[in-house]
Nanobody, 120 residues
C-alpha cells in the first residue's frame, strides 16, 4: 500500500513558476510515478511520469519543455517543476504511483490533489 500526499499548489501569474511535491509512504523506489491534472469540466490528463530510478521521464506534448519531473528516493518525494505557466495549466494536479513502466494509465495509487491556478 502506498499513500501519496501532494503539496505546493497555489496561485501564480501567467509566465511564472511553481513546484508541487508529492510525498509517498511505502517502497517508493519500486514505483513509477506519474503526474496528472484535471481542469474543471475536462477529463483528467497525463502530464508526465518518471521511472523508479529516475532514469526515464515522459511528458505530454502540452507541457514538454516547460515542466520537469524529478524524484528524490531518499526523501520518498517526487516533484513537478512548472515553468512558463499558462492559463490553461490551471487544474487540480495529482500524483500517482504504479508498478511497471511509465505510461499514462494503470496507476494503482493516487494522492488527493493540489490546486494550481494560473492568473492573467
Amino acid at each position: 500500500q502506498v499513500q501519496l500526499v501532494e503539496s505546493g499548489g497555489g496561485l501564480v501569474q501567467a509566465g511564472g513558476s511553481l513546484r508541487v511535491s508529492c510525498v509517498a509512504s511505502g517502497t517508493f523506489s519500486s514505483y513509477s510515478m506519474g503526474w496528472f491534472r484535471q481542469a474543471p469540466g475536462k477529463e483528467r490528463e497525463f502530464v508526465g511520469g518518471i521511472s523508479g530510478s529516475g532514469g526515464y521521464r515522459s511528458y505530454a506534448d502540452s507541457v514538454k519543455g516547460r515542466f520537469t519531473i524529478s524524484r528524490d528516493n531518499a526523501k520518498n518525494t517526487v516533484y513537478l517543476q512548472m515553468n512558463s505557466l499558462k492559463l490553461e495549466d490551471t487544474a487540480v494536479y495529482y500524483c500517482a504511483a504504479r508498478t511497471g513502466a511509465v505510461v499514462d494509465f494503470g496507476y494503482q495509487y493516487w494522492g488527493q490533489g493540489t490546486q494550481v491556478t494560473v492568473s492573467s
